[in-house]
């Protein structure tokens, strides 16, 4: 992102939206076309998420929604690695640049971007007859050697899972006119608050020092508890049990699956969710509980890791397996 003295068009739509938000004098106020991300002996995580118009948004999502999202899927994926946000780099491939879609989102990706720390250093913008996406990498920091990644998972180590899970693919499921739609429909509260979790996650980066301090693997949960749960123990090289009944929902899902509108399937496997899944020894598990109540977040211990390495199993009440058709949103 750069601003010459005879600036094009794109240089002037970067101008006057995002140079704003580049606050980090590594960013040299976008002049330059690289910045500077500075360490004091801390590692550097790097994660990288697109979203895409039509696959991780609707075209008639809101652009301040679709700005926070596209933000907050990379923090929950720093979150998940005990990582600090120390900035982001941006690249918006859009169809046209009109300022009553521009302005709110590049408002609201400023507002995250304070609120969460995580400054804006660059980035790039191009033209595209197809679908828009917005494509963000963003930079954290954990002391030398401490990131949390998926390989150190054990047998005997609790799963504990952040907030609640489902509510975005509930959410989803209620704007494209799904089950869901027609079972809320007479409940405005429940309605919002589900298309609320699939528009604006919120990314547990409250925590990030706690999993650091407490856990032995975790991820976030981006494409549905079951399969990524999965991934966690293939990359562990371990096998896991859970206990269906201790997933944690809101009040709202709770309610669906209550009165068959939707099944219990349709939570575990949904993508969206941006919830912090770990793997903590029992000595350890109090405390990070502790340190979710501390910052209002609940932390929800749903299994156990066993050794082996077939597929996680999700039991019921009365300890029968259920039989998954699908573990989780896939892209092909």
């Given at each position: 992102?750069?601003?010459?003295?005879?600036?094009?068009?794109?240089?002037?739509?970067?101008?006057?939206?995002?140079?704003?938000?580049?606050?980090?004098?590594?960013?040299?106020?976008?002049?330059?076309?690289?910045?500077?991300?500075?360490?004091?002996?801390?590692?550097?995580?790097?994660?990288?998420?697109?979203?895409?118009?039509?696959?991780?948004?609707?075209?008639?999502?809101?652009?301040?929604?679709?700005?926070?999202?596209?933000?907050?899927?990379?923090?929950?994926?720093?979150?998940?690695?005990?990582?600090?946000?120390?900035?982001?780099?941006?690249?918006?491939?859009?169809?046209?640049?009109?300022?009553?879609?521009?302005?709110?989102?590049?408002?609201?990706?400023?507002?995250?971007?304070?609120?969460?720390?995580?400054?804006?250093?660059?980035?790039?913008?191009?033209?595209?007859?197809?679908?828009?996406?917005?494509?963000?990498?963003?930079?954290?920091?954990?002391?030398?050697?401490?990131?949390?990644?998926?390989?150190?998972?054990?047998?005997?180590?609790?799963?504990?899972?952040?907030?609640?899970?489902?509510?975005?693919?509930?959410?989803?499921?209620?704007?494209?006119?799904?089950?869901?739609?027609?079972?809320?429909?007479?409940?405005?509260?429940?309605?919002?608050?589900l298309i609320s979790r699939y528009r604006i996650p919120q990314p547990r980066?409250?925590?990030?020092?706690?999993?650091?301090?407490?856990?032995?693997?975790?991820?976030?949960?981006?494409?549905?508890?079951?399969?990524?749960?999965?991934?966690?123990?293939?990359?562990?090289?371990?096998?896991?049990?859970?206990?269906?009944?201790?997933?944690?929902?809101?009040?709202?899902?709770?309610?669906?699956?209550?009165?068959?509108?939707?099944?219990?399937?349709?939570?575990?496997?949904?993508?969206?969710?941006?919830?912090v899944l770990c793997t903590v020894s029992p000595a350890q598990s109090d405390?990070?509980?502790?340190?979710?109540q501390a910052v209002g977040v609940a932390v929800t211990a749903i299994g156990?890791?066993?050794?082996?390495?077939?597929?996680?199993?999700?039991?019921?009440?009365?300890?029968?397996?259920?039989?998954?058709?699908?573990?989780?949103?896939?892209?092909?």
């Amino acid at each position: 992102m750069t601003t010459p003295q005879n600036p094009s068009g794109e240089d002037s739509l970067i101008a006057l939206y995002f140079k704003p938000l580049a606050t980090d004098p590594g960013a040299f106020g976008l002049v330059d076309d690289a910045a500077i991300l500075s360490s004091a002996g801390e590692d550097i995580v790097v994660t990288t998420d697109a979203v895409v118009e039509g696959v991780h948004y609707l075209a008639t999502d809101p652009p301040d929604s679709i700005a926070r999202k596209a933000l907050r899927v990379n923090l929950s994926d720093l979150a998940a690695k005990g990582a600090e946000p120390a900035g982001f780099v941006l690249t918006l491939a859009l169809r046209s640049k009109e300022d009553a879609w521009l302005r709110p989102f590049a408002d609201a990706l400023g507002k995250d971007a304070k609120t969460f720390a995580c400054p804006l250093l660059g980035g790039d913008t191009v033209s595209t007859p197809g679908p828009q996406m917005i494509s963000i990498t963003a930079f954290g920091r954990v002391p030398k050697g401490r990131m949390i990644g998926r390989t150190g998972a054990r047998p005997g180590d609790l799963i504990l899972v952040t907030g609640t899970i489902g509510d975005a693919a509930l959410g989803l499921d209620v704007l494209t006119g799904g089950a869901a739609a027609g079972a809320v429909a007479s409940d405005p509260a429940a309605r919002d608050a589900l298309i609320s979790r699939y528009r604006i996650p919120q990314p547990r980066n409250a925590l990030a020092q706690a999993v650091r301090d407490h856990a032995t693997a975790a991820m976030d949960v981006s494409d549905g508890l079951a399969g990524d749960l999965t991934k966690l123990c293939a990359a562990s090289g371990v096998s896991a049990t859970v206990e269906v009944a201790s997933v944690p929902l809101s009040t709202a899902a709770r309610d669906l699956v209550a009165r068959n509108a939707v099944c219990v399937e349709t939570l575990l496997a949904g993508g969206d969710d941006y919830e912090v899944l770990c793997t903590v020894s029992p000595a350890q598990s109090d405390a990070l509980i502790a340190a979710g109540q501390a910052v209002g977040v609940a932390v929800t211990a749903i299994g156990t890791i066993v050794e082996g390495r077939e597929r996680p199993r999700f039991l019921d009440g009365q300890g029968q397996e259920l039989a998954l058709k699908r573990l989780s949103y896939s892209h092909f």
